[in-house]
């Protein structure tokens, strides 16, 4: 059954569904079930009369953490469970599933409360509007376990030198206020007004007709692959996955499977590793 989902809601509020990342408890960190519910997901909105617009957010305190690294064995030591070409292809496949919210007929809106932390920035970029909460914090991993896989997303949006800046130093974030400036969101509101501005905002792009609106997306994606986004999404997987088997990330990708994430993050911004 296609609403029948573990690790998301899906919530109808004619014309608009919400699409809730609905892991709280781990701020919303996207395990593998979370990503193949997503996907479901928009597909069945994809020919959801009930739907015409769609709204991506987070249950809880915060919209993302990120890829869940530390219990999804997965996603830390990847020398140790799979070759370079099957680690390439998972991270690839990641993108691919984005790369529908990017092609979905609909326009989909990402709403942003709390933190959006690392493969959580990634999804946002494939969406079409977001919207943050003027206190929310953006931001990238806290310990470098891969290189490149998020930031060259960030780079059409925000410019080289920023997207730079974020990715060198471990852990960066900027505020919501900070991420609208830089072109990364659309714009920010105050924390408690986020979800009936985006509510509203949806509403009104759903007075348009559908079939305008998917040409209307269409016609500006179109622009945007011209201009390199398509090329650009799946180049982090490559020196993702390169960089998994380098000597530095098995030793931190140890350190967080000794530790967990916490200790491991801990020990590494002391430089005790």
Known sequence: MVDDFEAIKLEYDPPVAWIVLNRPERLNAMNGTMLDELDRAL???ATDDRARVIVIRGAGRAF?????????????????????????DR???????????????????AAIHGYCLAGATQLCTFCDI?????????????IPIGGGYITP???PLVGPKRAKQMSFVPGSQISGDVATQWGWANYAVPADELWDNVRE??????????EILHMKKV????????????????????????????AAVQQLSGLIREHGLKQAIAKFSAGDW
Do not use: C
């Open 153 to 155: 997303l960030w780079t």
């Open 201 to 210: 905002l949806a509403e009104s792009i759903a007075t348009v007709p559908a």
């Open 43 to 45: 597909t069945s909105l």
């Open 64 to 88: 993302s953490s990120g890829y869940d690294i530390e219990r999804d064995e997965s996603e830390v030591g990847e020398a140790t469970h799979r070759d370079i070409t099957a680690d390439f």
């Open 130 to 142: 977001t919207v943050v909460a003027e206190d929310a914090r953006i931001g990238l991993p806290s």
């Open 219 to 246: 016609s500006i994606n179109r622009v945007a692959d011209v201009q390199g986004f398509r090329a650009i999404a799946p180049m982090g997987a490559e020196t993702d996955a390169l960089l998994h088997y380098s």
């Open 91 to 109: 991270l690839a496949g990641n993108i691919d599933r984005f790369l529908k919210i990017w092609d979905h007929p609909k326009p989909v809106l």
